[in-house]
């Protein structure tokens, strides 16, 4: 009896591990299929590198070149605003703060994540949006720039607590043997700690840019969602989640609008599936170590 | 003059009183060893001289070291300098993760010692003759310290040390995880950078003290039970505790 328990929950528990592998694969499937089609009929170069998102007029084009540069403009300015201050918390919670700090701050970090989207969005569209319109005197405060700003509240505490960990885990060995040839606190954590917890650091920035790229509910509320080319970061955008968020539900099933929502879905997995996998490698360095 | 003078010195752990009234005098150019059982203080002593136990949290401190008549535990001391006037070498050999030219380069670059690139060059060659690991590695400056043995990981270590030019060197069980031979080794050495270094090693190993220091200090429980000539504690010892120590009837 205990024999045959023990062989049915090793079989559930075998189901339930291999199930993410088979909800990612058939999520790739599904994705790559319906791409595929829509690919047999409008020209995946005129796709990627088109300029012009009609997808209702007469000739339909489906051009998602503003989209991207939207989607990169967005995450470009959010990684600068988000890794610096990141990693100057991660240091300051590890190496600088002391107990009882370290154990406030990293909870509070760690609550950053369970911020809703869509309140990030709000507080930005109540908050940030009309003074990013008076401090540089610009027709509208739905910018990138606005994106940018309230994503990188939404990466940081990926990023934090990820190198939060690398820089825990240098040994304290070699602080100490920088620190005893006469290096500065500061020497010691520039040169040694966070060369050491470097690959780490690169993985959990991968993560944080996984995480803005993905995002969909605050970029479409405070970007402005105008799908032209910008000229600077101070212009409306629109990214590609926003467009398959806000289009999808006014499509035909089977359109080929509807399609090319899908091919942008397989492009954004393919973006987050490669910065992931970055970030694996980048980790699996870090442990080696 | 001595050169390291301790007086009335102790140190606690939060509560815990681990270093009681240590008084000593260290003199120049000597190999003194610190002995004594696991415990006893002997590494805390020795941590105290470079004040690198003011990094762990809950340490605090009475009395007075003093290095050439200052005192280091003085207010005014600057934690910075005192460290790369006295070098530590640590029980396990910890050389940074980077290339091993980079390790001993180290010390000169943060002390700000020289700017210039042939002479952190010429200082890294030296120092890594003086530690007589230059022949061996000469073609793999550039390769991870972490590639070479811990024998000669631990003389990097010592090489990184000595580059920055201090008055005193700290060793702290610098044998304790290599082998018979790299011991050997490591000793001889110490031996010879006794002409210019004041040197104290903490060890466990009562024959290595009793092989390479002048002078022999005995620690029990945080007390300093004696200091004297080496040959003197291990042949004639003073108190009942070092002699009961030193003839292996516990420890």
């Not at chain 2, 793999?140 to 008055?167: D, F, G, M, N």
Request: proline residues 3%.
């Amino acid at each position: 009896m205990r024999k045959i328990v023990d062989t049915i929950i090793e079989k559930i528990i075998f189901l339930c591990g291999i199930s993410s592998v088979i909800f990612v694969i058939l999520i790739f499937s599904f994705l790559f299929i319906e791409s595929f089609v829509f690919f047999k009929d409008f020209s995946i170069i005129k796709f990627i590198t088109g300029r012009y998102w009609y997808p209702d007029s007469k000739l339909a084009l489906f051009g998602i070149f503003s989209l991207l540069v939207g989607s990169f403009l967005v995450t470009l300015g959010a990684c600068l605003i988000a890794v610096p201050i990141s990693i100057m918390t991660a240091l300051y919670i590890s190496e600088v703060a002391s107990k009882n700090v370290r154990d406030i701050l990293k909870s509070l970090v760690e609550l950053m994540v369970a911020i809703p989207s869509v309140v990030i969005g709000f507080i930005g569209m109540i908050v940030l949006v009309p003074c990013v319109k008076k401090l540089f005197n610009i027709p509208t405060g739905l910018t990138a720039f606005s994106g940018s700003v309230m994503l990188a509240f939404m990466a940081m505490p990926t990023i934090v607590t990820i190198s939060e960990d690398a820089i825990r885990s240098v040994p304290w060995q070699y602080k100490e043997g920088a620190l005893a040839l006469g290096a500065t606190k500061w020497q010691t954590m520039r040169w040694i700690v966070l060369k050491t917890a470097r690959p780490g650091i690169i993985a959990a920035t991968m993560l944080g840019i996984g995480r803005v790229i993905g995002e969909t509910m605050t970029v479409i509320m405070i970007t402005g969602n105008s799908s032209r080319i910008p000229h600077s970061i101070f212009e409306p955008v629109r990214t590609m989640t926003a467009v398959i968020a806000t289009e999808i539900g006014e499509t035909v099933n089977g359109s080929m609008h509807y399609k090319a929502l899908f091919s942008i879905g397989l492009v954004l997995f393919l973006i987050t599936f490669l910065i992931n996998f970055v970030a694996d490698l980048f980790l699996e360095k870090n442990k080696n170590k | 003059m001595s050169k390291i003078e301790i007086k009335n010195f102790n140190l606690y752990y939060t509560n815990f009183h681990a270093l009681k009234d240590i008084n000593i005098n260290i003199e120049d150019r000597r190999i003194t060893t610190i002995i004594g059982p696991s415990g006893c203080g002997k590494s805390t002593l020795l941590r105290s001289i470079n004040r690198i136990n003011d990094t762990i949290e809950g340490v605090h401190t009475t009395g007075e070291i003093n290095i050439y008549d200052e005192n280091i535990y003085d207010e005014n001391t600057d934690v910075d300098i005192l460290r790369r006037n006295v070098g530590m070498v640590f029980q396990r050999p910890n050389p940074f993760p980077i290339s091993i030219y980079e390790n001993v380069a180290f010390g000169l670059r943060v002390n700000r010692i020289s700017t210039s690139r042939s002479i952190i060059s010429e200082t890294v060659e030296k120092s890594l003759k003086a530690v007589l690991l230059w022949d061996n590695i000469k073609d793999r400056l550039y390769k991870s310290a972490l590639s070479l043995t811990l024998e000669e990981q631990q003389r990097l270590c010592i090489a990184r040390v000595i580059a920055v030019v201090p008055h005193i060197i700290l060793l702290d069980e610098p044998c304790s995880s290599l082998d018979p031979v790299a011991i050997q080794k490591i000793e001889e050495l110490i031996i010879q950078l006794k002409d210019r270094y004041t040197i104290i090693i903490v060890t466990h190993n009562m024959q290595q003290a009793a092989r390479v220091s002048n002078d022999t200090a005995f620690m029990l429980f945080g007390k300093l039970i004696e200091f004297d000539k080496t040959e003197k504690i291990f042949t004639n010892p003073s108190k009942k505790e070092t002699e009961d120590y030193v003839s292996g009837r516990f420890g």
